[in-house]
């Protein structure tokens, strides 16, 4: 399979590199990015993806795509600048992702491109398989008009998955990389009251559902990205201690998190129950089903 990959110097980008063969890269700086991925034999292609359309050589004798370009959720403030770039990179960057396909003679197959359990909001305890509608708040906004956007490429007979993508859990970056520190000092614990659902992947699983997605021609439409045993934040909190081997039992009240963080931190509260009823259903088998060896296995090779 000849795959052509945005979003690729991320965490979960790297993570599907080291399962592709020679891939094509579209970056921001594709010097940069040559270099930074030097070890994975990438041939790179520079692309904004909102100044345009990216190149059309870049798509030669690419058979799948794997979109995963956007603006980082997590870091910085949600400044309205900010929020703009969150909502464009992700709506105006994969129109003009499709734009391209648009103008090839020989299209790949498949479009797998990202999305997010921000699509659900803060929903208690309710079971959120993918027909659950969206939520009436920001990232649900952003979810709905990013998908509708990949969506777009089945007019051109391209098939088209949207991997929803909960909290991906490895090593080298996302939440646990920020986690980790403080839960090693014994200083962690569950976020309010630990009772939200907390829609969580071992990136391993998350890499290996992007190349299920893009190898199984029935899989189609959304796919929540979540492993199949959903814990709350308090049950999460207490496995990474026992990893660490350090208590986790002081709480972070709202508040706190609201002051350093601003708005972002309603996130980290809300409640996604999420079950990943689609990935199943197409044979995917979770190799960390259960969040205590899923936080073993990553621990353990620190």
Known sequence: MRALLTGATGFIGQHLLKRLDRPVVLSRNADKARQALAKFNVQTYSWNPLAGPPPLEAFEGVDAVFHLAGESVASGRWTAEKKRLIRESRELGTRHFVQTLQQLKNRPRVLVSASATGWYGDRGDEVLEESAPPADDFLGEVCVAWEREAQKATELGVRVACIRTGIALGLDGGALKQLLPPFRFGLGGPLGSGKQWMPWIHVGDLAALFLHAAERSAVTGPINAAAPNAVTNKQFTKALGAAVHRPAIL??????????????????????????RAAQASGFQFSYPEIGPALDAIVSVA
């Open 251 to 276: 709480p972070v009240p709202y508040y706190a998190l609201r002051l350093a963080l601003g708005e972002f931190a309603q996130v980290l509260f809300d409640s996604q129950r999420v079950i990943p």
